[in-house]
């Protein structure tokens, strides 16, 4: 597993956005088995910061990459939660991109919002404010999805926020 899984770790930061879409959709389906368990830390790190990366580069941004890490804080949160300060500015950039397919956007929407459950304290204190910032700014798009994504996301950024300080 870790020959096939290195070699796929490049992919998804690759310059060709179907084939680092493509690499990133196999990679989630990797992340979703059983053989996943056994996958090292630093494969794990490795695939998180190419998949930043991809996020970061609007070439390679898509759909199957949100999806990658979305799987990722699923099964490694305890790793994801170090990038989740890179991650939420990847998702609110999508999001404050008004040419972005509404498809992206639904994504990083749902992105953020499962960054936000495996967040530490310290992370969500500082990151919290920019981030509801960026969804209320959200233009009011005309598919109702993004809308109620967008607003439950607000509600759950709400919640964490007032959690947060609930604990200092």
Same mark, same amino acid.
């Given at each position: 597993?870790?020959?096939?899984?290195?070699?796929?770790?490049?992919?998804?930061?690759?310059?060709?956005?179907?084939?680092?879409?493509?690499?990133?959709?196999?990679?989630?389906?990797?992340?979703?088995?059983?053989?996943?368990?056994?996958?090292?830390?630093?494969?794990? =790190?490795?695939?998180?910061?190419?998949?930043?990366?991809?996020?970061?580069?609007?070439?390679?941004?898509?759909?199957?990459?949100?999806?990658?890490?979305?799987?990722?804080?699923?099964?490694?949160?305890?790793?994801?939660?170090?990038?989740?300060?890179?991650?939420?500015?990847?998702?609110?950039?999508?999001?404050?991109?008004?040419?972005?397919?509404?498809?992206?956007?639904?994504?990083?929407?749902?992105?953020?919002?499962?960054?936000?459950?495996?967040?530490?304290?310290?992370?969500?204190?500082?990151?919290?404010?920019?981030?509801?910032?960026?969804?209320?700014?959200?233009?009011?798009?005309?598919?109702?999805?993004?809308?109620?994504?967008?607003? =439950?996301?607000?509600?759950?950024?709400?919640?964490?926020?007032?959690?947060?300080?609930?604990?200092?």
């Amino acid at each position: 597993m870790s020959l096939v899984s290195i070699s796929a770790a490049a992919a998804p930061a690759g310059k060709l956005e179907p084939v680092a879409g493509g690499a990133a959709a196999c990679l989630q389906a990797l992340v979703e088995t059983d053989n996943w368990k056994r996958a090292s830390s630093d494969l794990v =790190h490795e695939i998180c910061q190419r998949t930043i990366a991809a996020l970061n580069e609007k070439s390679t941004r898509t759909v199957a990459h949100m999806h990658l890490i979305r799987s990722l804080a699923s099964v490694n949160a305890d790793i994801l939660s170090i990038y989740g300060t890179s991650l939420l500015r990847a998702g609110a950039e999508i999001l404050m991109l008004g040419s972005s397919p509404w498809q992206q956007r639904m994504s990083a929407a749902k992105l953020l919002q499962d960054v936000l459950t495996i967040l530490d304290k310290e992370t969500l204190t500082s990151e919290l404010p920019f981030t509801m910032q960026v969804w209320q700014k959200e233009k009011p798009s005309r598919l109702w999805k993004i809308c109620v994504t967008s607003k =439950h996301a607000v509600w759950v950024c709400s919640y964490f926020w007032h959690s947060c300080w609930f604990f200092f």
